[in-house]
């Protein structure tokens, strides 16, 4: 580790659990009920820029879709200690968000990159949006001055981020998509034909209306959910926060490989 050039599908697979990417992952089982109690019990700050109306009021539904989605345990007497992302679902979202990524090359589309949690998946955006650019697709310039009542909303490295007291700032809040999309439509700007990013930040962007994909942990169900009802085309199960944000290289290249970027 890391893995010289774009590992195949199986290495790939090894290497998500070995640093715990997927597998045995670091985020607890109750952690994860916990959250899929809250969005079923109509806390906002779990949905993750949707609108989820009344359609999820039970958490037993909430774990039936992430356990078909994410490989977390299905039983719901399990309340305590270690829960799973299954390696095989990550490598089959990444394989669905190439396929997506794909279509925005060959049509050299509009592409809007934003990321929730930059210091784990900040690189993986960049990376993606760089080889969109080399592709002839436009990587959308985000308006200037735009604020939150969380911070700034900022573009760094091609990926609009949160900023708060010279910091990057992890926000799980659909309001800095929201602020980037009201503000170019105020500006009469095209908006994104494809939006890239995670948590808020692809929430907002699917009930917007926009071409969405993105990476969500197993303790964020919400962007699960949005995939399931075709609100969100593509979430990928991951842990978005281990411990060398270098571990996510050999999945980024398999991501670009898989979409003919590399």
Not at 94 to 116: H, N
Not at 234 to 255: C, E, G, I, Q
Request: aromatic content about 6%.
């Amino acid at each position: 580790m890391p893995i010289p050039g774009t590992p195949s599908r199986a290495e790939l697979v090894d290497h998500l659990v070995r640093t715990r990417i997927a597998g045995d992952v670091a985020t607890p089982r109750e952690n994860n009920l916990s959250h899929y109690r809250k969005l079923a019990n109509n806390d906002r700050h779990y949905w993750l820029g949707l609108e989820l109306g009344a359609r999820w009021t039970d958490e037993q539904d909430v774990l039936a879709v992430m356990a078909e989605r994410v490989g977390v345990n299905d039983d719901p007497e399990h309340r305590y200690g270690q829960d799973t992302i299954d390696p095989e679902l990550t490598v089959a979202g990444l394989e669905r968000m190439a396929g997506r990524l794909r279509k925005a090359s060959d049509g050299q589309q509009r592409v809007l990159f934003a990321t929730g949690h930059p210091g784990g998946l900040l690189d993986v955006h960049r990376a993606t949006a760089s080889a969109l650019r080399t592709a002839g697709c436009e990587i959308v310039v985000i308006p200037d001055g735009l604020t939150t009542e969380e911070g700034y909303v900022m573009q760094f490295a091609d990926v609009a981020v949160l900023e708060h007291g010279a910091t990057l700032w992890h926000t799980h809040s659909g309001e800095p998509m929201k602020a980037i999309l009201t503000a170019m439509e105020r500006e009469g700007r095209p908006l994104p034909d494809l939006v890239v990013a995670d948590h808020g930040w692809a929430g907002y962007a699917g009930q917007h209306g926009v071409d969405s994909v993105g990476y969500a942990d197993c303790n964020d169900p919400a962007l699960f959910i949005a995939e399931a009802e075709g609100t969100v085309q593509v979430t990928v199960p991951l842990d978005d926060h281990v411990v060398s944000p270098r571990h996510y290289d050999p999945m980024t290249a398999y991501l670009l490989a898989e979409a003919g970027l590399s």
